[in-house]
């Protein structure tokens, strides 16, 4: 059906930045919504950003003002510039595709590790 794959992930100290892709192959709805979001051991995986075909944006209060999604359609592709990183921060990013009355959709993550 639709397949995900994560990428960009990595190991920064407190303050860096990095860029997390998230391509899209498959059978993708034209209407969907892809975003991000993030799990770090022993505690519940958290949302983190979305942005949707239709134009919705949003994002976690943590990450607003440092966090920026866009979406690159013709790719079928979501990205998320982390700017200001923090230790909060580490966990696996998980990308996640919604479509309208349909299930979503899960990438296997990618590695963020923000060091103090």
């Known amino acids: 059906q639709v397949h995900l794959v994560e990428s960009g992930g990595g190991s920064v100290q407190t303050g860096g930045s990095l860029r997390l892709s998230c391509a899209a192959s498959g059978l993708v709805h034209a209407n969907n919504c892809m975003g991000w979001w993030r799990q770090a051991p022993g505690k519940e995986r958290e949302f983190v950003s979305v942005a949707c075909k239709s134009g919705i944006v949003n994002y976690a209060d943590s990450v607003k003002g440092r966090f920026t999604i866009s979406r690159d359609n013709a790719k079928n592709t979501v990205y998320l510039q982390m700017n200001s990183l923090k230790p909060e921060d580490t966990a696996t990013y998980y990308c996640?595709?919604?479509?309208?009355?349909?299930?979503?959709?899960w990438g296997q993550g990618t590695q963020v590790t923000v060091s103090s």
């Open positions: 996640k595709m919604s479509i309208p009355d349909g299930p979503n959709y």
